[in-house]
């Protein structure tokens, strides 16, 4: 989970755009404060400008210290939404492999209902019972697999992009 996280950070392009909000408010904000430049001797003395000059600096400063927030909000959620769609993609696995094993086990119960069936010691609505259990089943299973592909996009693009290998997972499980 660490390293989903630490490759959202370098290379997430949300945090990479407020990153530059970030960068992009502390050259304004030094800028601001040092913009009186003067070449040659003036006696400037005032008594009270009222306000004109430090108060582009509080601004800018602010303004920087605004973008950080945001920036460290962004971050904070990012984590947190990296380890919802890791979660889903875990029990994803987990949940379609059982589900695969369920999806086995209701056809077996169809073909020994049918079998049964044939030998007359099961009624239809038995042999029809377990079809609509297996087709449950199945209909479980695609969705689960459902699930589990789009947590691993979400994963994958909160993270910084999708990958060749990953697109050809996701085909792989689309063909199941």
């Given at each position: 989970m660490e390293d989903w996280i630490e490759r959202?950070?370098?290379?997430?392009?949300?945090?990479r755009s407020?990153?530059?909000?970030?960068?992009?408010?502390?050259?304004?904000?030094?800028?601001?404060?040092?913009s009186n430049k003067f070449i040659g001797l003036l006696l400037n003395i005032p008594l009270y400008s009222g306000g004109h000059v430090s108060s582009p600096v509080r601004q800018a400063v602010a303004g920087q210290q605004r973008a950080a927030e945001a920036l460290e909000a962004l971050r904070r959620d990012l984590g947190v939404r990296l380890h919802r769609e890791f979660r889903g993609v875990t029990e994803g696995t987990l949940r379609a492999k059982a589900l695969e094993q369920a999806v086995r086990s209701a056809e077996q119960v169809v073909l020994s209902n049918r079998r049964s069936f044939e030998a007359g010691s099961r009624t239809l609505p038995d042999v029809l019972n377990a079809e609509q259990q297996k087709v449950s089943a199945q209909r479980d299973l695609a969705q689960a697999r459902f699930v589990y592909l789009v947590s691993r996009i979400r994963l994958q693009a909160l993270s910084g992009g999708a990958k060749t290998e990953v697109i050809e997972e996701i085909n792989g499980w689309l063909a199941r």
């Open positions: 959202a950070e370098l290379e997430s392009p949300e945090l407020l990153g530059a909000q970030v960068e992009a408010a502390r050259h304004t904000s030094i800028k601001t404060r040092y």
